[in-house]
């Protein structure tokens, strides 16, 4: 199957015009890539390292998602936890299957996010950022209340684990859910709805004066966003099979912000390349242990000070850096003649 | 009776600690806009410095205290005109600035110091007795150290100059500038008020609670409830909000116990936030 996609993608690279196929070309090779990686390099630790990359991408990018309509939840890792706990208790206590408790738990939590998101309709910009801010962190603190039922301070153990702890089918299958994800994401911010959203965005007077519902809209955005956080949230669940509150509180949810920022928020692409060199970077410094978070940090300041579209406007700028210096060039040239 | 009063002097403390580092976000915040999300580790930061001037150094503990704001104060300076100027209005890239510099803030003191708690010696020393109520004067003294610096706050915005300057920004940054005040100079003095007030609070809150790297965190949590329940452009919904959430922070963990009470804390605090979703004494968001 990937090779098939790597034999088409040749021709089309070569033949000049038809840049029609160029993005979905590359975009081909890429996952064909990822996908023939444990082939290449047999290594459990690195493809462990890659399953939750793909986790974050998806939370990244569903993140990314709701911010579309205009509104910027400072919850997303709370929503995840929400989806995880959800999964996690079900399989611990109820004994349910992964291939059940995965999909309820994204439904319930799209859900519940739709549910907060109707009261939080009523608040705006910064209001409501901090709104779901607040949410996110009394998440936490009624996990670390739930005692035995949500593990407490303690963290959750014994969920159920998926596909008998299979690296290598593990990777698989969140490199697919990834994969299905991204595509339905995308697809609904190109869609007619992806479009509203983006209308809401720049002017919620505007957008409703011409008769689009702008609650029940933003409302959808929340919807949409907390089912792939739920998604990401229970399928770590199951593949950890361990949960910490620690990894769902406010810092985690601004990492998550980080990662669609760092990369850029304006474009689909920010929140993949953001996450996989947030997550990856510290991982091949993993000598310098201790040091990592500064390394993390470095490159949000040079991306802060140097790139201001994030990394995705890292091309633009070379081009624009290249062709001014060429027009020097060339001007210096023809002064000197 | 012991309760009723340990949960008095408890509230008070708390209160004045949260308007005290709030106040200094606020201003801030009020006048450039900037969400400035490294306000907690800047407060345990000055903790730190604290704890380092007075055990490492051997410097007499007042002088350390005044020196640790000065010293803090200037970082605030410096973050003022390097971190935060060339971004006012972008929303994303303060937010980018604020969390590099929360994690190299916390980093370090975790590389430097590690993760144990660690205390500040107390300030005051001796039990304040009046008929069967003892009090600490360590409550006592803290208490009175952030009224008194929450007295002189007040006085600077309202009664001086450079206040009313502040004042002036942060109702309208076009009209204050028009009018000749010079923005950026009183943002950074407004800048080193804030960091120091935070400082002087890690410090009094590193005697009475102690010290730890992520202690920023949970400030920061509660002083963005403060600034966000009081509402943009407002100081004194600020000490409003302050003792309403030291009362919710003392008296709840009496009546529930353990972390249902912070659940129910944050979900009275969602709920007033949804009754005035532009805050109780401030303007709308932009």
Known sequence: MSDNQLSTSKPSNSAIGSRKWLKPSVLAVLVAFIALLPAMHHSNYIMHIFILTFIYIIAAVSLRTITISGQFPLAHAAFMGIGAYLAGMASKWLGWSPWVTIPSAAIVTAGIGMLIGYPFARLRALYYAMGSLFFGIGVIYIVYAGGIWSGGYAGLTGIGPMLGFSRIANYYFFLGLTVVSLLALYRFEFSRIGTTLKAIAQSHLVASSVGINEAWYRILAVGVGCFFAGLAGAGYAHYNTVLSPASFNFMATLWLVMYVLIGGIDSFAGPIIGTSILVLLPEFARDLKTYSPFLSAVLLLVVVYLMPQGLVGLPRIIRSWYSERRKGKKIAHVSGN | ?286
């Open chain 2, 1 to 286: 009776m012991e309760l009723t009063v340990a949960t008095i002097t408890n509230l008070l403390i708390l209160s004045s600690m949260y308007i005290l580092v709030a106040l200094g976000f606020a201003f801030l915040f009020n006048m450039l806009g900037i969400l400035n999300l490294a306000h907690g580790a800047i407060y345990m930061l000055g903790g730190y410095i604290g704890l380092a001037l007075i055990s490492a150094m051997g410097i007499n503990q007042w002088v350390a205290l005044a020196i640790t704001a000065l010293v803090i104060g200037a970082f605030g300076i410096f973050l003022e005109r390097f971190c935060f100027r060339p971004f006012v209005g972008d929303f994303n890239r303060i937010i980018m600035v604020c969390v590099a510099l929360t994690v190299v803030l916390q980093t370090g003191v975790n590389i430097l110091v590690g993760t144990q708690i660690l205390s500040l010696p107390p300030f005051f020393e001796g039990i304040l007795r009046v008929g069967p109520v003892s009090v600490s004067y360590e409550r006592i003294g803290t208490f009175a150290i952030g009224a008194f610096l929450l007295g002189v706050v007040i006085w600077f915005v309202n009664r001086t100059k450079w206040g009313q300057q502040m004042q002036a920004i942060s109702q309208d940054i076009e009209g204050a500038s028009l009018q000749g005040i010079n923005v950026y100079r009183v943002s950074a003095l407004a800048s080193f008020i804030g960091c120091a007030l935070a400082a002087i609070a890690g410090c009094l809150i590193g005697a009475y609670l102690g010290l730890g790297p992520y202690m920023g965190d949970f400030m920061l949590v509660k002083i963005l409830m403060l600034v966000f329940l009081a509402g943009i452009g407002s100081i004194s919904g600020i000490f409003i909000a302050g003792l309403v959430l030291g009362a919710l922070d003392s008296i709840l963990p009496l009546l529930v116990s353990g972390a249902a009470s912070d659940a129910i804390a944050v979900a009275i605090v969602v709920v007033l936030l949804l009754i005035r979703p532009q805050g109780f004494f401030g303007r709308e968001a932009t």
